[in-house]
């Protein structure tokens, strides 16, 4: 069966630290990936989605990066973190039918 | 752009009362529509969702959802809860045109809180 990590599971940076938040995902090949920042009231947000290696699309302009380096691995980035970056970030990935399946989430706050 | 509305942002009952959550989006073409659910420190979850077919779906523990497309709605119901049903739930939709590859949109959420 598939199985969807994400770490770290919390995180405190101080403001311009760099980010990286990593995912992984086992047992499909070729999965679309997807990462999501959730704050409390405001639902869901996409922010980059990913069909295969190297191709990153982005939703929205943001301080933030991502990069599929390989098959099942989605990482998120951030050279310069602002405050407004302090949020919950959720890996997904996702068939081809739109269904999505998540990650635990990290927790990022920026001091 | 395609948006996801959801009625109530926090919606408090009683243990057997009957719930309906209201979720409505804005695209008229072809949709792929979900409900999720994130129980108290728990990841999100897939609860029930629609591609085609009979409009009624039923999803796990006990929910439903009707699809009615005259409307654009897609709303979540079931007939009697639990206090373990005390979660947020989000509605989403998927455009069927993109693939299903550029991922959902949700709704902001509904905060349900089941009194004992």
């Known amino acids: 069966s598939q199985t969807i990590h994400q770490w770290p599971a919390t995180l405190v940076q101080p403001v311009g630290s760099p980010l990286s938040l990593e995912c992984t995902v086992e047992?499909?090949?070729?999965?679309?990936l997807y990462w999501y920042r959730q704050a409390a009231g405001r639902g869901l947000q996409l922010l980059f989605y990913s069909v295969g290696i190297g191709q990153i699309s982005s939703e929205v302009p943001q301080n933030l990066s991502a990069s599929r380096p390989q098959d099942r691995q989605f990482i998120l980035s951030s050279k310069k973190l602002l405050l407004s970056d302090s949020g919950f970030y959720l890996c997904?990935?996702?068939?081809?039918?739109?269904?999505?399946?998540f990650g635990e989430g990290s927790r990022l706050t920026v001091l | 752009a395609q948006s996801v509305s959801q009625h109530n942002h926090h919606v408090i009952l009683s243990e057997a009362a009957s719930l309906e959550l209201g979720c409505n989006y804005s695209?008229?073409?072809?949709?792929?529509l979900f409900w999720y659910v994130q129980y108290p420190g728990q990841h999100l979850q897939l609860l029930l969702k629609y591609f085609s077919g009979d409009p009624l779906v039923k999803g796990i523990k006990g929910f439903e959802a009707e699809f009615i497309k005259s409307k654009f709605s897609f709303n979540l119901r079931k007939p009697s809860v639990q206090w373990s049903d005390t979660a947020e739930y989000f509605c989403a939709v998927n455009l069927y045109s993109g693939g299903g590859a550029d991922g959902l949109t949700f709704g902001k959420g509904t905060h349900l809180i089941i009194q004992p």
């Open positions: 997904a990935w996702g068939t081809n039918t739109g269904e999505l399946f």
């Open positions: 047992g499909t090949s070729n999965p679309n």
């Open positions: 695209y008229g073409g072809t949709v792929n």
